[in-house]
């Protein structure tokens, strides 16, 4: 038992020290991208009444990522601007994807051995150039990574049998209107659940 307790205590403590060093490495980067700053202007002239438009009066949808755009307007109501609202929104859902990493460890066949498996996948996160880029950069590519995240938990639990199906609608569903691409790995992984579930069936 006391080898077991200093063993989760370790890697806790490593997994803590790894996401600080995880968000150094993104603060390194810290920027804004100029293809962010088509969707600032649709958020910008929602905030100015105008509507959902790049140049008023011109009712054309030029941007792909909805949910990111609406969530900028949200808090351009609050008073944050879209530059410092999207760095704000990259690091949090940085820090969200990397609660979601640990918490897959779990419900994969890592599971047994969390306690070095987990701290191995942050391991790989921060020293990950491109993780620590698109922490900031104002677009949408850290929520879309979260989103994907959490669809995918929700359809490794519901593989194991367990309750998950409310992770994958949100998850998918977040995915897909953040990135409409997220579309096709949401297909993928429908398609994965029926092959499973129709194996599981004709076995018993």
Not at 148 to 164: E, F, Q, Y
Not at 182 to 189: C, E, I, R
């Amino acid at each position: 038992m006391n080898v077991f307790w200093h063993r989760e205590k370790l890697s806790i403590t490593a997994c803590v020290a790894l996401s600080a060093v995880m968000l150094c490495h993104a603060l390194v980067y810290n920027f804004l991208c100029d293809d962010a700053y088509i969707s600032f202007r649709y958020v910008q002239n929602a905030l100015l009444g105008r509507g959902l438009v790049f140049n008023p009066g011109e009712y054309v949808e030029g941007y792909t990522n909805f949910l990111w755009v609406a969530q900028l307007c949200l808090l351009g109501l609050a008073g944050v601007g879209p530059e410092d609202g999207s760095l704000v929104m990259g690091i949090v859902y940085t820090v969200a994807t990397v609660a979601l990493t640990m918490l897959m460890v779990r419900e994969t066949c890592f599971r047994r051995h969390w306690w070095w498996t987990a701290p191995v996948a942050l391991l790989l996160m921060a020293a990950n150039r491109s993780f620590a880029v698109w922490a900031t950069g104002g677009l949408e590519t850290r929520c879309n990574t979260f989103f994907i995240l959490l669809g995918t938990l929700g359809t490794a639990k519901l593989l194991r049998g367990r309750r998950g199906i409310a992770l994958g609608v949100i998850g998918w569903g977040g995915a897909c209107l953040t990135r409409p691409d997220s579309f096709m790995l949401f297909a993928l992984s429908a398609a994965l659940l029926l092959v499973v579930r129709r194996d599981t069936r004709e076995v018993l």
